[in-house]
């Protein structure tokens, strides 16, 4: 078994799908899962999103998108932290 990841916009009420406020993924594996936020420095980071969502945590809605989405939402992110956006 390979990896199978799944991609979620983070919404909440200053953003939308098509522009949300982040991104998180969930990426199972052989061994379990992670879970990891695009983070301000540019990278993927452990996060606890998911599992508080999945709790009962509704401050922001989680809407699964697809892989191509989640890069557009990446280099988005990229492009704002550019010192020339």
Avoid: C
């Amino acid at each position: 078994m390979g990896e199978a990841v799944t991609y979620y916009a983070i919404v909440n009420e200053f953003s939308s799908r098509e522009r949300p406020f982040g991104i998180v993924r969930r990426v199972k594996h052989e061994g379990g899962q992670r879970d990891e936020v695009f983070s301000r420095d540019l990278k993927w980071e452990h996060t606890a999103l998911l599992y508080s969502a999945e709790r009962g945590d509704l401050t922001n809605d989680l809407v699964p998108i697809n892989e191509e989405e989640a890069g557009r939402i990446v280099e988005r992110i990229r492009g704002l932290a550019s010192p020339d956006a």
